[in-house]
């Protein structure tokens, strides 16, 4: 398999599946709905919504009912990311190659197109109900999705990564801020495609296992790329951990260290996936690629 034209064929087809599913821009809330998409269709990898079709196809999932769910999904993670660029929060200027919203659309419009974001991935992952006759599981994957989502997952982390701002950090606080600002979306999402293409309670669970770790290395390598990127290549700047005097793995444990831990990581959650007898030769070089990525 040539994994890089594997990769653009798919993300272009992720693309396709998110613009579908965009509100209108139109009505007097046009506006908002603008600032919704100048985010949603800034780029990005769409690494979420790929984890969500596949685990799916993994399991040998086939329906469409998957569709809502990675555009719901890319809508909760680019809420998080126009709330996180936010003068209360780290305050950046850049985001995927481009202004972020607040700097175009204002703070306030910022903040409202990020809620709106958000409440939209819900209507969205709702119209999964008619697109499949297992409502069971599609009730299973939006139970699992609101909670990585909130206090016990993706907002949990960043209301603790928030509060201990610039304060010195151990390993296991670092860890949970990890496993819940950025492992949980990435659990749900595996999760996700594992419940709606019909895994039973253990494969779902093992999933959710491999899934953390490739959370917590992603997190590791994006401070790691913080630190040896650049801002063309990233999109975003560079050095804002140091800025905001954030502990991360590399100022924990030193560049090398942390590369490391991210091979391992990977490594764990690709045996885990394999573990399971089944077979995504694309996912494991996803995960793969995702620890010597630039951006
Ligand atoms: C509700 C005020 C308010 C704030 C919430 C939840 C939140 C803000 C932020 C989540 C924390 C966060 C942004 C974690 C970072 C995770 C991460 C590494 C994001 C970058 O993901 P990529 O590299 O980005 O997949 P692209 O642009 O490629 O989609």
Do not use: W
Request: proline letters at 2%; glycine letters at 8%; zero cysteines.
């Amino acid at each position: 398999m040539n994994f890089q034209d594997e990769l653009a064929k798919r993300t272009e087809e992720t693309e396709k599946v998110i613009r579908s599913f965009l509100p209108a821009e139109a009505g007097f809330a046009g506006t908002m709905a603008q600032a919704m998409n100048y985010s949603m269709l800034a780029g990005g990898k769409r690494l979420r919504p790929m984890l969500i079709r596949e685990t799916y196809r993994l399991f040998d999932g086939k329906e469409e009912v998957v569709k809502p769910f990675m555009a719901g999904m890319e809508m909760i993670h680019t809420h998080s990311l126009i709330h996180d660029d936010l003068p209360a929060l780290d305050d950046d200027d850049y985001r995927r190659g481009r202004l972020t919203t607040h700097k175009v659309y204002g703070e306030a419009m910022g903040v409202l197109s990020g809620v709106a974001l958000l409440n939209y991935a819900y209507e969205t992952m709702f119209q999964a109900f008619a697109l499949t006759k297992e409502q069971d599981r599609v009730i299973h994957a939006l139970r699992v999705v609101s909670q990585k989502t909130g206090i016990h997952g993706m907002l949990g982390g960043q209301s603790v990564d928030v509060e201990n701002d610039g304060k010195p950090l151990e390993k296991e606080m670092l860890d949970y801020i990890y496993r819940n600002k950025t492992s949980a979306l990435i659990e749900a999402s595996m999760m996700t495609g594992a419940i709606l293409a019909g895994a039973n309670e253990q494969e779902v669970s093992a999933v959710e296992k491999a899934a953390g770790n490739i959370g917590l290395a992603f997190q590791i390598q994006d401070d790691i790329l913080d630190v040896t990127s650049t801002a063309e290549e990233l999109g975003k700047p560079v050095h804002s951990d140091e800025k905001n005097n954030k502990v991360t793995y590399v100022t924990l444990f030193g560049t090398e260290k942390a590369a490391e831990q991210v091979e391992e990581l990977s490594e764990k959650a690709i045996d885990l996936l394999k573990s399971l007898n089944k077979n995504n030769e694309f996912l494991y070089l996803l995960i793969e690629k995702l620890i010597n990525r630039r951006k």
